[in-house]
């Protein structure tokens, strides 16, 4: 376990004047995008200086989950479509077809290549849409629905997938199909399910864990597991891996931290 003492703190919305509660974090070149469920704002941290923007987007949507391409962040406003916010600060509505039907049953999403990936948890499988210009066209990724994404928490994926599962397992899949079950055994045990986070790069796949303040990294090809114990900090709600695998940016509640790790 290697113990993180002092993270560098590098932004904290509670210090603004207006509220904004976000859910997730998301990097895209040298900035850091925070997005909220109750507004149609970005919230964006420039790391060359650390300010912060607050980008209007829509007066109608608010977002749910998001994920990047290689130019753009992309939102889940609603069932039936994305945002899209790109580095030229060009904002665009993006179909889903099919829709996804109802949000609540979308536990998480992410992107790979010029794909995004959806975990359903009521439909019980992983729906793969091709990013273009206009219209996103998907369809269902798995071979047949698994029910063994009943109580699936988060997606990452780097040509295979990877699912968390509320018990702490982790299944990989290939092509469709179940691949294997990865199961940590660390003291304290990975009792709940975190979010997920790798990149076809990397060479680690990164658990957060929330209830212990820590970060599992679990090394693709040969198993090894390091646990990053972050004492200090208590509510961590999404983190973000730098393809170099040296550094992470935690969201904390209202706080932005930044570990070398």
Known sequence: IINISQPEKIADLSNNTYTFNPEGVLKLENNLYLYELTSGFLYKIDLTNNNPTLIFLS???????GAITENAVLLLANPEKISSYNIDEVYNIHLLKPNLENTLNIKDMTSYGDALFFLDVQKMNIWKYAITESVFNGAGW???PSDELTNAQSIAVDGNVF?????????EYSQGKK????????NPLLSKGGQLFTKAEMKNLYVLDPPNNRIISFNKKDGLIKQYSIPSINNLKDFWVEINEETIYLLNGLEIYRIEI
């Open 59 to 65: 007066s109608k949507d608010t977002f749910k989950m």
């Open 142 to 144: 798995l071979k047949a």
């Open 163 to 171: 699912i968390s599962k509320e018990n702490g397992s982790i299944i």
């Open 179 to 186: 691949l294997r079950e990865i199961k940590f055994n660390i």
